[in-house]
């Protein structure tokens, strides 16, 4: 490509660069290495900014692997740093969280069944709550796959159609609901009074966060991806919705490339290389305007802090296998000595025959 020093810089500098950002979301499809990328994104940024926390909402909980090591719901110190910490959380709640007291139970988990999503979006809201009053510089969140990360971005719509649902119900109802209290022998406040005076205070942290999060200064979203027509179909979709919702979003991360080199004989490697140069032009062609990072296929998976620290290298600077792989100078250095050997023999053979 001719025009590349148009194109913006193919690492994730320009997240750490920019200081205003809180929080940084980073999501794609199933299995491209997302877990890996947000646990070194929040590594780069540890090293920059005064506090950092990683979240995963994703179900399966790799972040526990990446780190080797163990978290929870509560933010936890990763081993090895002072700055960086780590928590998982559940995006499904129970609906005990939800109900009032007994009694209560089966009418609200029946209101809660009547607004689809309305679970994970107040599982969500609370864990913001939690989030907002601690102190991080900036939160990375390690999202569910994509169709998770798109309803997670839809949950504050979710909770103002539920509220207004709700407070429709209550209007209407609002006597019945009082007098049901008193027939199971419960106070106000504990009735659906408490409910919707939590609900009402979840609604007012997602809508602060939701403004947060259409503020280009403070969010931006990175999608993970790898060099495939699916990753690259769903990175498109992904970016569609996004504009939509009216998030930033500038990254894109293309994993595990082959990158060529002369000593790849196998013929389904070559052709693999052919495929992926053939979705890399689309992606570049696509995302003109973005900054796309390219990391090398490796021969073992990343997991444990040194690993991570290890990689965290080819995020901030482009991947070049001859030039930044060790491996591959030695390489050269042992083609140049054997070429020198047969030099010098061809050339004692050549005096031998003129002789």
């Known amino acids: 490509m001719g025009s590349d020093d148009m194109l913006p810089e193919g690492t994730v500098k320009n997240i750490l660069e920019q200081d205003s950002l809180k929080w940084v979301f980073v999501g794609g499809k199933g299995g491209v290495g997302k877990t890996t990328c947000s646990s070194i994104l929040a590594i780069c940024l540890a090293s920059v900014r005064s506090s950092v926390l990683i979240i995963s909402t994703d179900p399966a909980h790799n972040l526990s692997d990446a780190f080797q090591q163990r978290f929870t719901k509560s933010p936890t110190l990763v081993q090895g740093f002072s700055n960086l910490f780590a928590m998982e959380v559940d995006p499904t709640v129970e609906t005990d969280d939800l ?14 069944n009547a607004i689809p999503g309305i679970d994970e979006a107040m599982s969500f809201a609370e864990m913001l709550k939690l989030v907002q009053t601690m102190d991080y510089a900036t939160i990375v969140f390690d999202t569910a796959p994509t169709g998770h990360t798109l309803r997670l971005l839809q949950f504050p719509a979710t909770l103002e159609k539920g509220l207004s649902k709700l407070m ?9 609901m009082n007098q049901m209290s008193r027939m199971f022998g419960m106070e106000d406040e504990l009735g659906e009074d408490a409910l919707l005076g939590r609900l009402e205070g979840l609604k007012d942290v997602i809508e602060q966060v939701n403004r947060q999060f259409k503020d280009p200064d403070l969010t931006t979203f990175v999608c993970v991806c790898i060099p495939e027509f699916l990753s690259l179909y769903e990175t498109e979709r992904l970016v569609q919705e996004l504009a939509k919702f009216e998030i930033d979003t500038h990254n894109i991360i293309i ?14 490697l070559r052709a693999r290389m052919r495929m992926q ?18 990391l090398p296929l490796l021969p073992e998976e990343v997991t444990g802090v040194e690993a991570l620290k290890a990689f965290s290298d080819k995020f901030l600077t482009p991947y070049h296998p001859t030039t930044t792989n060790r491996s591959n100078v030695e390489d050269l ?19 031998r025959i003129k002789s």
Request: charged content about 35%; hydrophobic content about 35%.
């Open 277 to 294: 140069q053939k979705y890399l032009d689309q992606f570049y062609m696509l995302y003109d305007d973005f900054n796309i990072t390219k």
């Open 168 to 176: 429709s119900l209550k209007s209407r109802f609002g006597g019945l």
């Open 255 to 268: 994993n595990q490339v082959l990158y060529d080199d002369e000593d790849v004989e196998s013929k389904l």
């Open 333 to 351: 250095e042992r083609k140049v000595h054997t070429l020198r050997l047969q030099l010098k023999t061809a050339e004692e053979e050549l005096e």
């Open 99 to 112: 109900a009032g007291p007994e009694g209560m139970d089966s009418l609200f988990s029946d209101l809660a």
